[in-house]
């Protein structure tokens, strides 16, 4: 079972530019979800992805946007980047749709390290 | 207002003993997850163990268990014979399944506890 993984693992990028994060679901999964973790604190949702399409968006600007594609891979994408932006940016995925609870848990990949200067 | 609230920022536990990292949740959902995962200074996140809302047991995976009290919002994790290799951030975080009136997944972190385990 291949778990998921993300690319690229650090970045470092001027405020203004915009950059692109991967992510590759772990086998078997059809939903991947996006967080945004500061140093020091919990990760915080930006959006899901299911069937191609967003599923759930939490408190993120609109230059925060993500695409998923038929293998169920995603990306993210951070437009006009701010000196905030810069953090831990962690995929997870997971099954979505079928019956128990627990299918829905979602697994982690090791995360993209994003420095805006 | 907190919908995950982990109190104690630190914690130090002897290799050997048990240690229980504690964690309050708020929410009006009827049907919701709580899962716990440890976070390595590497930064990737480890699903450690799930607690759906319905479950009448207690949930175990190996050293890990779950003290669930629903009348008190509360889902501590309980690490048995602690190992060094247990040192590491430890998140508690709640899926609620009508978060909003819609069904998806998303995870509310609590702030995390870190975790020290002396030799």
């Known amino acids: 079972e291949t778990g998921v993984t993300q690319s690229p693992t650090h970045l470092i990028k001027t405020r203004g530019q915009q950059v692109t994060l991967r992510c590759s679901s772990q086998?078997?999964?059809?939903?991947v979800s996006w967080y945004q973790q500061a140093l020091g604190q919990g990760p915080q949702f930006i959006f899901q992805?299911?069937?191609?399409?967003?599923?759930g968006r939490g408190n993120f600007p609109p230059r925060f946007s993500g695409l998923q594609f038929p293998n169920y891979s995603s990306e993210l994408n951070v437009n006009a980047l701010e000196l905030d932006d810069s953090a831990l940016y962690l995929c997870?995925?997971?099954?979505?749709?079928?019956?128990?609870?627990?299918?829905?848990?979602?697994?982690f990949g090791p995360g993209t390290r994003l420095t805006v200067l | 207002a907190q919908k995950i609230t982990q109190t104690q920022p630190g914690m130090f536990v002897q290799e050997k003993e048990a240690v229980t990292l504690d964690c309050t949740y708020d929410?009006?959902?009827?049907?919701?997850?709580l899962f716990w995962y440890k976070q390595p200074s590497s930064g990737e996140m480890i699903f450690l163990i799930y607690q759906g809302s319905y479950d009448q047991q207690n949930a175990t995976e190996g050293r890990y268990s779950l003290n669930f009290q629903k009348a008190r919002k509360s889902a501590n994790l309980v690490i048995s014979a602690s190992q060094l290799g247990d040192s590491a951030m430890y998140f508690c975080?709640?899926?609620?399944?009508?978060?909003?009136?819609?069904?998806?997944?998303?995870?509310?972190f609590g702030q995390g506890t870190i975790l020290t385990v002396h030799p």
């Open positions: 929410t009006s959902d009827p049907s919701y997850g």
């Open positions: 997870a995925s997971s099954l979505f749709g079928t019956s128990g609870e627990r299918t829905d848990t979602q697994y």
């Open positions: 086998s078997g999964h059809n939903t």
């Open positions: 975080a709640m899926r609620e399944l009508w978060a909003g009136g819609t069904s998806y997944g998303k995870l509310t």
């Open positions: 992805y299911y069937r191609e399409e967003e599923n």
